[in-house]
Nanobody
Framework: VQLQASGGGLVQAGGSLRLSCAAS????????MGWYRQARGKQRELVAV???????NTADSVKGRFTISRDSAKSTVYLQMNSLKPEDTAVYYCTARTIVADYWGQGTQVTVSS
């Protein structure tokens, strides 16, 4: 499975961005897709994940501001990020989980200026 993320960038506080991540290769068997992030000097943390049945798990720090969605037909996951804060600045990584392995994309930088 290969994951290609896009949509990061620089935005002012209060602004919005939409991340996309498309899976290619052996997409059969992917049951969970989602996003983690890693700020400089910090550990990677969960942002939001979504299952094949569209059940979601979202970090408390972004609830009400970020929305994860999935187009299973396209094996693509989206992260709509609204009301961005400087503390959301991080590299955002797309992930896909199968029963045998977890896969990671290359990361996309999100920078929120105050």
């Amino acid at each position: 499975v290969q994951l290609q993320a896009s949509g990061g960038g620089l935005v002012q506080a209060g602004g919005s961005l939409r991340l996309s991540c498309a899976a290619s290769g052996s997409r059969l068997g992917i049951n969970v897709m989602g996003w983690y992030r890693q700020a400089r000097g910090k550990q990677r943390e969960l942002v939001a994940v979504i299952s094949g049945g569209d059940s979601t798990n979202t970090a408390d720090s972004v609830k009400g501001r970020f929305t994860i969605s999935r187009d299973s037909a396209k094996s693509t996951v989206y992260l709509q990020m609204n009301s961005l804060k400087p503390e959301d600045t991080a590299v955002y990584y797309c992930t896909a989980r199968t029963i045998v392995a977890d896969y990671w994309g290359q990361g996309t930088q999100v920078t929120v200026s105050s």
